[in-house]
């Protein structure tokens, strides 16, 4: 699902995508990567139910909407953004940025109070 909805973001942005299929492709990505739900997640049941039927209802029906040569071409788009390989050192080198900033701040904190 990951994958169609990042496909159905770039075949928004591609020309050849005809204006209407754009509009509806661009609220299907919009609603499922929007925190915000028709139903509130917290209501028990209902809440996950159009997590599992509205959005990959919408998915399926914007795909279809694409023109095939578009959809190809955007596939393939999204599928080697999906294998780009990932960066450990500089995960552990945000990581350790984010620690030394926040022991500045207690760091400082701790100043004040004294």
Same mark, same amino acid.
């Given at each position: 699902m990951k994958r169609d909805t990042h496909t159905l973001y770039l075949a928004c942005r591609d020309p050849r995508t005809p204006w209407h299929v754009k509009v509806f492709a661009g609220g299907v990505v919009a609603y499922?990567?929007?925190?915000?739900?028709? $139903?509130?997640?917290?209501?028990?049941?209902i809440g996950y139910l159009d997590d599992l039927i509205v959005v990959p209802l919408g998915i399926a029906l914007a795909v279809k909407m694409i023109p095939e040569p578009v959809l190809v071409d955007c596939r393939a788009m999204a599928l080697a953004a999906a294998?780009?390989?990932?960066?450990?050192?500089a995960a552990?080198?945000? $990581?350790a940025i984010w620690i030394a900033l926040a022991g500045l701040v207690v760091w400082f904190v701790a100043r004040a109070i004294s």
């Open positions: 499922a990567i929007s925190p915000i739900d028709f $139903i509130p997640d917290f209501i028990p049941v294998e780009k390989p990932t960066s450990r050192t552990v080198v945000i $990581i």
